[in-house]
């Protein structure tokens, strides 16, 4: 099979609508998740008062991503033909892709910068302190996107390589 082949096969299938609405709603668990945190801590870090912000504006994008995804427009008519709202859906969307990957290295900033923060709120030193429950998860959701990103590199290494052998 060439190259080209196998491309139009992976694209062509579409995988069931079941295991297409529950990756949906994994997707749409961190974004809720990382509203409701930054939300019951939004005064809980002086050190860093940026970081609960970003977690809910990252959250509510995050969310609005991945439900415009699930709308009509955003999928590409069958005979290639392109409407003028698929080209809309289509740029709104890269340009709400390319807002979250800025705040994504602003909150990269804020959060790894104040690494490891004073979690203790009663103690008198001159640092401020930042909630723990709050710290910790801003700082491993995004560890955990750094490690799915390679993750992800890797593997699409590894498809490449293994379907050039083919």
Same mark, same amino acid.
């Given at each position: 099979?060439?190259? !080209?082949?196998?491309?139009?096969?992976?694209? @062509?299938? &579409?995988?069931?609508?079941?295991?297409?609405? %529950? %990756?949906?709603?994994?997707?749409?668990?961190?974004?809720? $998740? &990382?509203?409701?945190? +930054?939300?019951?801590?939004? @005064?809980?870090?002086? &050190?860093?008062?940026?970081?609960?912000?970003?977690?809910?504006?990252? +959250?509510?994008? +995050?969310?609005?991503?991945?439900?415009?995804?699930?709308?009509?427009? !955003?999928? &590409?008519?069958? @005979?290639?033909?392109?409407?003028?709202?698929?080209?809309?859906?289509?740029?709104? /969307?890269?340009?709400?892709?390319?807002?979250?990957?800025?705040?994504?290295? $602003?909150? /990269?900033?804020?959060?790894? %910068?104040?690494?490891?923060?004073?979690?203790?709120? /009663?103690?008198?030193?001159?640092?401020?302190?930042?909630?723990?429950?709050?710290?910790?998860?801003?700082?491993?959701?995004? %560890?955990? !996107?750094?490690?799915?990103? +390679?993750? $992800?590199?890797?593997?699409?290494?590894?498809? !490449?390589?293994?379907?050039? @052998?083919?």
């Amino acid at each position: 099979m060439s190259d !080209t082949g196998l491309i139009h096969s992976i694209h @062509d299938h &579409q995988p069931p609508v079941p295991i297409l609405a %529950s %990756s949906k709603l994994f997707l749409c668990i961190m974004p809720i $998740a &990382q509203i409701a945190i +930054g939300a019951v801590h939004l @005064d809980d870090c002086p &050190q860093q008062h940026y970081i609960p912000i970003y977690l809910i504006v990252a +959250g509510v994008f +995050g969310l609005v991503l991945a439900l415009l995804a699930c709308l009509p427009c !955003t999928q &590409q008519p069958k @005979d290639g033909t392109t409407n003028l709202l698929s080209r809309v859906c289509a740029t709104w /969307n890269s340009l709400m892709s390319l807002f979250l990957f800025c705040w994504f290295i $602003a909150g /990269n900033v804020w959060i790894y %910068s104040i690494y490891e923060p004073n979690y203790n709120k /009663n103690t008198t030193d001159v640092d401020p302190y930042c909630d723990k429950t709050l710290y910790l998860f801003a700082f491993w959701t995004t %560890s955990l !996107t750094y490690i799915f990103l +390679g993750l $992800a590199l890797v593997c699409s290494c590894c498809f !490449t390589m293994c379907c050039r @052998d083919t």
